[in-house]
DNA sequence: GTCTATAACTTGATAGAC
DNA sequence: GTCTATCAAGTTATAGAC
């Protein structure tokens, strides 16, 4: 009794349940445990999947964990972005909101749980390449959003701002932030430093129009 | 024949040379693999000691773990703070060379390594308290130490600015630039970030006496 | 304090029937 | 595509002689 089982993948879409299940499974255990941590056979046991289905579609579990950075790219808009776009349009709102978004995690689960793409650029970036590029274009992609907003931000910001490397820094803010949260379990730090950059930023909207100097005193 | 061994642990200093050769290359892998990837074995190979020896030090891998930490904090003066120190006396410039300090780290290993701390903060935060606490200790001395010099610029801030929050978004900027940097094996997310920070900094010395709106415009 | 040998178990991955 | 059974190697940790 040979199911007619989905098998075409129109890009990145799964339409093979099994492998869904199994990347989404993998997702979360990697979240939680880290990619060291999590055995197959845990996988394998909460999927409620066996083996052989695994490795028929993962060579290897380091593939696995590849199919889940590639669903992290796929998540960054409707689970990080939109939800903040929709409720605003300001731009500089936007950044801010986002970085509140991962306030809100750190607060539900008693800062147990933060970024995952922080998680494996640490544990991952030196064994191996794949995954430290499906890391860094997880990176990118959430970088360059924030991006899109400080330009949409257009003549608010000083013209000397730039606006890139300002991006750089927000995504390094959230990072630290929320390493320091979890290793003191305790949201201070990462509000401490979430304060301290809407102060730069709401000091770079001020002075707008010059450089610094201009109103030195 | 029984060596009379060196024993008694006046504090923290371990007068055991098998002890301290086990603290020392576990440190290294740990650092260089992480905890979960690094094989009981492979320490042992590496410091030439047998298993026997290190379980009648370390009853668990975790022990040993946490004694790494320990060092780790005896390391904060001598490997991180004082060679910048002994530099200059500049309590901003002190704040800005620990981060150059950092950054030389990334450039020496071409990106690959950062800090041991923050890795170990989001690999363990979970799984032990006890590491979680070390870990927490660890930031907290490098944070103290970074306070300690924006208290000691006095005026040169403004009163009205958080210096404890300001010390917390130093590290932050550190921890989060050098996760980008070692994702992206480039430099330059930690030196935008660093950047960034400076300009920052730069704008709250030049505007020390008050606050923002006083030149708004 | 250090040695060797090994227990007790888990790991990622495979084979081959269906 | 999924199933069961299993492999070979690796893991942390222990036992007991010296």
Redo the contacts between chains.
């Keep these: 009794m040979t199911k007619v089982n989905q098998s075409r993948d129109s890009g990145t879409t799964q339409r093979s349940l099994t492998k869904q299940r199994l990347v989404e499974t993998a997702r979360e255990l990697f979240y ?3 990619y ?2 999590t055995g197959i056979k845990q996988i394998l046991a909460k999927a409620g999947v066996n083996s052989g289905s695994l490795y028929y579609f993962f060579p290897t579990k380091e593939d696995l964990l590849l199919a889940v950075l590639e669903r992290y790219k796929e998540l960054l808009w409707p689970m990080v972005l939109d939800p903040v776009f929709d409720r605003t349009g300001d731009p500089i709102e936007q950044v801010f909101g986002v970085l509140e978004g991962y306030r809100k995690m750190l607060l539900a689960t008693y800062c ?3 970024c995952p793409i ?2 494996l ?3 991952m ?3 191996s390449d794949a995954v ?1 590029k499906a ?2 274009e997880n ?1 990118e992609g959430w970088r360059v959003a924030i991006r899109q907003c400080l330009m949409d931000a257009g003549d608010r910001l000083p013209a000397d ?2 606006r ?3 991006a ?2 927000i ?7 929320v ?2 949260a ?4 305790n949201l ?2 990462y509000e ?2 979430v ?3 809407r ?2 930023v ?2 770079l909207l ?2 707008k ?1 010059g450089g ?2 201009e ?3």
Tied chains: 1, 2.
């Design positions: 939680q445990n880290g060291e941590a147990r749980q933060g922080g998680n650029a640490l544990e970036s030196e064994k430290r890391v860094a990176f701002v730039d890139d490397r300002l750089t820094l995504l390094t803010t959230m990072e630290g932030g390493m320091q979890r290793a003191h379990r201070e730090p401490a430093s304060a301290m950059l102060d730069y709401d000091r001020l002075h129009s610094v100097s109103c030195a005193g």
